[in-house]
């Protein structure tokens, strides 16, 4: 019983040897006193130390078992604890996976990334800030936990974070642990409005290249991450960067989608609006791809060729113009097209007993490899009859005056030839004037005449290669007299060796005539009048000056219409029908050239006008 008691109680003092048990000591006195009494021979003795020594050792060892099952409930406790957070970082960690498979918003997949990490590391504060480069290297904070308005501004530039520009601009772009005293730590608390102390930086990489970070920071606990912390932190740190580059990627597509839709939204509308205008144009457009194959048409030029918007579609512009017999039309249309050369102004053709003004111009064409050809058809015919009907009637009266004037020139050669020898001073200055009247009256009639064929395209040019600086010569030569009695001056500056141009002797003498005899005939007494012919790139200029009273510079259009003739002191008194400067325009016209004028009232004027050059230089006499 002894050795039992002694046992129990040794056993028991072993368990709680970090403690003192009074009870166990008290027993053990008791059992060691009652042995001794024993072995003196007092047997009653030893038996009262085992009856108080036993209950002794049961109070003790009943305490004992009850501080046991609290250390054990205490670690059950803790244990569990541990278990739940675990459990609720890795539903957290979890939850965000799951929302960077669903979602493909940047801002939700970062808050629900910046969640997860805090309860994932069971860190105080998380920032998620993503890099972007331009114009400089900027952090642009798009995630805060706890959830709170992100700094203003969101952008902040990254060199005023040293802690995360170490990262970031690093070759290897790892993780990096600060702790509290380590440089750049105050800014970064700063930054996410918290206190200092240990943090995490990881940076989130998707294909070689920073994305962003991701910070974790225990400011208020100030507690050191483990290593496990560190580890799930940069494992998922790779998920959010891959999750944050897909999202990227879709809002980029999701961008460039949108755009293309507006852009394919406004080619519609300014296709309907092209269509609206087409549609509405008066005058004919038929647009030609690069083979002459027709591709878009409005009502108007169906209305004016007689075809159907079934027919037209698919010819090409041989089948249009041929079947008019229009060969020659087609011959000239087709080989300025393929020189890339506008048609000559005023070029008409008939198609259907119809006068149409015809123009063309290249167009590129999206659906066409090449370029293409718009062609104008203006309808014509009501203003071609008119024309025809004014210039047949001119053209008669012309013709019909001319035979009384001859009659009178036949009865003043007459009156020269066998009367004059009996007539008074008196009346051989009367018979003067009239020969002078009826000269002046002759060439009235001869340039209404000239501009009528001219008009009604009765005069056909005779063309032929020529000098026109010898032509200009011979015109100076011929005019120098009647300057000369007006008390002016005429010179000329003509080019040596001026190109060759094809054209018609006759219709260029006419229109170099007038410009000179105009500036002749309206010039001031004791003024003067420059002739000059020079070459120009391809072409040939004529120019002439004079020393007059000048025009306007908003009158200038008027001056080559038809029948014009300004008001002015030195016009008063002055013959003419105002053909001059028209008939010079219609002939260079004719030529494929072009006429201008300038001129400032009290400075004088400048008329002029080119043709194209056909060859080389030639030589004249100057």
């Given at each position: 019983i002894n050795v039992v008691l002694y046992g129990v109680v040794a056993a028991s003092l072993w368990r709680q040897r970090r403690e003192r048990s009074w009870l166990l000591l008290a027993a053990f006195a008791l059992l060691t006193l009652g042995s001794v009494v024993g072995a003196a021979g007092w047997a009653e003795g030893t038996l009262a130390a085992r009856l108080v020594a036993f209950p002794l050792v049961t109070v003790a060892l009943m305490q004992l078992s009850t501080r046991e099952l609290e250390n054990i409930r205490s670690e059950l406790v803790s244990f569990s604890e541990h278990s739940l957070r675990q459990t609720q970082q890795l539903l957290a960690l979890l939850r965000a996976s799951t929302t960077f498979l669903t979602q493909s918003s940047v801002a939700t997949i970062l808050y629900e990334a910046a969640e997860g990490v805090a309860l994932g590391v069971d860190a105080d504060g998380v920032l998620i800030a993503l890099l972007d480069e331009q114009p400089e290297y900027m952090l642009r904070v798009r995630a805060l936990y706890p959830p709170r308005p992100l700094p203003n501004p969101t952008s902040v530039p990254l060199r005023s974070q040293p802690a995360i520009a170490n990262v970031v601009q690093s070759a290897l772009a790892q993780q990096v642990v600060l702790a509290p005293s380590q440089r750049g730590i105050h800014s970064l608390a700063l930054l996410m409005g918290s206190h200092v102390g240990p943090a995490i930086v990881q940076p989130m990489v998707g294909h070689g290249r920073v994305l962003g970070v991701i910070v974790a920071l225990n400011g208020r606990s100030r507690r050191a991450f483990t290593d496990k912390e560190l580890q799930v932190l940069e494992a998922f740190g790779a998920q959010v960067a891959a999750a944050v580059e897909n999202a990227l990627l879709d809002e980029v597509i999701e961008k460039q989608t949108r755009e293309l839709a507006e852009l394919l939204s406004a080619r519609e509308e300014e296709a309907s609006r092209r269509a609206a205008i087409l549609e509405s144009i008066a005058d004919g457009v038929i647009v030609f791809d690069d083979h002459e194959q027709v591709v878009v048409t409005n009502p108007a030029a169906r209305t004016i060729l007689g075809l159907s918007e079934a027919g037209l579609p698919g010819m090409n512009l041989r089948e249009i113009l041929c079947r008019e017999n229009q060969l020659d039309d087609y011959a000239t249309i087709h080989s300025l097209i393929e020189g890339g050369q506008p048609l000559p102004p005023g070029f008409?053709?008939?198609?259907?007993?119809?006068?149409?003004?015809?123009?063309?111009?290249?167009?590129?064409?999206?659906?066409?490899?090449?370029?293409?050809?718009?062609?104008?058809?203006?309808?014509?015919?009501?203003?071609?009859?008119?024309?025809?009907?004014?210039?047949?009637?001119?053209?008669?009266?012309?013709?019909?005056?001319?035979?009384?004037?001859?009659?009178?020139?036949?009865?003043?050669?007459?009156?020269?030839?066998?009367?004059?020898?009996?007539?008074?001073?008196?009346?051989?200055?009367?018979?003067e004037h009239l020969t002078d009247g009826l000269k002046r009256t002759r060439t009235m009639i001869n340039n209404l005449v000239t501009f009528a064929s001219f008009v009604s395209k009765q005069g056909q040019l005779r063309m032929a290669p020529l000098d026109v600086g010898q032509l200009a010569f011979e015109i100076v030569q011929s005019l120098e007299p009647m300057a000369r009695t007006r008390g002016l001056t005429v010179t000329s500056q003509i080019v040596d060796a001026l190109p060759i141009v094809y054209g018609d002797r006759d219709r260029l003498t006419e229109a170099i005539y007038h410009l000179l005899h105009n500036a002749i005939k309206f010039n001031r007494s004791g003024g003067s009048v420059f002739l000059s012919c020079r070459a120009a790139s391809d072409d040939v200029v004529v120019e002439v000056t004079d020393t007059g009273v000048g025009i306007s510079p908003e009158k200038l259009p008027e001056i080559w219409k038809d029948f014009t003739q300004l008001a002015d002191p030195l016009r008063?008194?002055?013959?003419?029908?105002?053909?001059?400067?028209?008939?010079?325009?219609y002939v260079v016209r004719a030529h494929g050239g072009q006429v201008w004028a300038r001129s400032q009232p009290g400075q004088g004027s400048t008329f002029g006008f080119y043709i194209p050059a056909a060859g080389g230089p030639a030589g004249h006499a100057n």
């Open positions: 008409k053709v008939t198609w259907n007993s119809k006068t149409v003004a015809v123009s063309v111009a290249p167009v590129k064409l999206a659906s066409a490899k090449g370029h293409g050809t718009v062609m104008v058809l203006h309808d014509m015919t009501q203003d071609a009859e008119v024309d025809r009907l004014k210039s047949e009637f001119v053209s008669v009266v012309s013709h019909e005056l001319r035979s009384p004037f001859a009659e009178l020139d036949s009865s003043m050669q007459l009156i020269r030839r066998y009367g004059l020898d009996q007539w008074s001073p008196e009346q051989r200055q009367q018979l008063r008194g002055v013959e003419g029908l105002g053909l001059g400067l028209p008939l010079v325009r």
